[in-house]
């Protein structure tokens, strides 16, 4: 009853039978994500539409103080018009709350893998990133039995969505990574923030992408740094980018846009 938005599923009624609770939910009659994922990843349009759509679900939820906590491609169906809605809170938190909630480790936070973790709205950041990536590369971030993927989510141990696809625009990638970050001060503060950097893509705008350079990619700049350092001055097209340098701070080089970064 606190969640009344066009894309979370509508809620009638609580009530209990012979002391087993349940709830009577509006019948959504096109299936949910996970299904439509079964035949591979979604166009970039769709893909882009359903994390819009999810973000702003979130919005409304924790600007109600829930937290979802359990995001997932099973728990996003899909309306009569064709448009996506979540659904199924049984996870959720109030986010006064501090109940550890046990997710969908394929879609959890690191931090959320723990049996003492206290919610927080960017565990819901991270799974929509993580909803983000399944959409555009066809498969979740993390594969495997669960004491292969727990090591795995701990150390944020995936490929990037264009190592798996170069056909996905370099950008969404790195909105996608942005709020996946293994810490949490480093993600989207919120689904808003998220949102607003997906508007701002459609817009032509800068993304809100800071820091530009996760952690564990620093190492693998510092050839490339050294190397487009000199030969900067020789390159023709030529676009300004920020990097890492090797004391941690960010320096501007003019190289050549190899959609590396955005």
Excluded at 178 to 197: E, G
Excluded at 202 to 221: K, R, T
Aim: some cysteine; proline content about 8%; hydrophobic content about 40%.
């Amino acid at each position: 009853a606190r969640l009344n938005h066009p894309n979370i599923v509508n809620i009638f009624e609580f009530d209990q039978d012979q002391g087993t609770p349940y709830f009577v939910m509006e019948y959504l009659e096109n299936g949910s994500l996970a299904q439509r994922l079964e035949r591979g990843r979604l166009p970039v349009e769709d893909a882009v539409r359903i994390t819009t759509a999810m973000a702003q679900a979130l919005v409304h939820a924790h600007g109600s103080g829930v937290l979802h906590c359990d995001l997932k491609p099973a728990n996003v169906l899909f309306d009569a018009g064709g448009e996506a809605r979540l659904c199924d809170f049984g996870q959720s938190r109030l986010s006064s709350e501090r109940t550890p909630a046990l997710g969908t480790l394929f879609y959890m936070a690191p931090e959320q893998a723990v049996l003492d973790g206290i919610p927080d709205a960017r565990w819901d950041v991270y799974a929509l990133g993580a909803i983000g990536y399944h959409l555009l590369t066809g498969e979740p971030p993390f594969k495997g039995s669960t004491v292969e993927v727990l090591p795995k989510v701990e150390k944020g141990d995936f490929p990037k969505p264009r190592q798996i696809s170069g056909e996905i625009p370099p950008p969404l990638e790195a909105i996608c990574l942005k709020a996946m970050r293994q810490s949490p001060t480093d993600r989207y503060p919120t689904p808003k923030a998220l949102a607003d950097d997906v508007d701002r893509l459609g817009g032509g705008q800068a993304l809100a992408l800071e820091p530009l350079v996760d952690p564990l990619a620093v190492e693998e700049l510092h050839h490339e740094v050294d190397g487009a350092v000199g030969q900067a001055t020789e390159v023709a097209d030529v676009d300004d980018v920020r990097v890492a340098d090797r004391g941690g701070a960010l320096r501007r080089l003019r190289c050549r846009d190899r959609g590396d970064f955005s």
